[in-house]
């Protein structure tokens, strides 16, 4: 017993070690998240490296309907308590490839309404849409405090999500990036 008790800082530093490691490959993972408060709305860059896997590809091309789904939060920091959403946002973006014509329809949806939608040829367009977005705008400044910490946080999942290939992830927490509303 004293023998724990002795050694509990040594075990509460290896935790915390381990934890800080946990949080450094999460953000190494690829993933870049960038927010831009500008012109009265927060616009939220997010970028998924490695999400157009072989495997993602294969499926886009039998035909079948593939859809990312980007669940982005606005969190405020509150310091010794927990901390509180102010706005969540869904982005949907999918992907249809037509064997007949060879082509990808490419459709983009905020919270349901179609926000963009394209036919393309080129499949590395479409891998570029399906994990990227820049300067959406999704959330107004106007709900934002002077002054205060934030940051914004991004989950993703992905459909079909039938379990006959495997995902690059999938529904944790992405990417998360702070900043200081300064208006």
């Not at 998924?48 to 039998?62: A, C, F, H, P, Q």
């Not at 849409?129 to 959330?139: K, P, S, V």
């Amino acid at each position: 017993m004293l023998s724990y008790q002795r050694h509990s800082p040594a075990v509460l530093q290896c935790a915390l070690l381990l934890t800080l490691c946990g949080a450094s490959v999460q953000a190494a993972d690829g993933s870049r998240l960038t927010p831009l408060v500008r012109d009265g709305e927060l616009l939220v860059s997010f970028v998924l490296e490695d999400g157009y896997t072989n495997d993602v590809r294969d499926v886009i091309k039998s035909g079948l309907r593939t859809t990312f789904v980007y669940s982005v939060e606005l969190r405020m920091v509150v310091p010794g308590w927990i901390d509180r959403t102010i706005a969540t946002t869904t982005v949907s973006q999918s992907a249809e490839y037509d064997n007949l014509t060879r082509r990808h329809t490419l459709q983009r949806t905020i919270d349901g309404r179609v926000d963009a939608t394209r036919l393309v040829e080129e499949e590395r367009i479409v891998g570029e849409f399906m994990t990227t977005f820049t300067r959406l705008a999704l959330f107004k400044s106007t709900k934002l405090e002077p002054n205060r910490d934030y940051y914004v946080r991004v989950r993703a999942r992905a459909y079909p999500s039938n379990g006959s290939f495997l995902w690059p992830w999938s529904t944790g927490l992405l990417a998360q990036a702070k900043f200081t509303f300064i208006p």
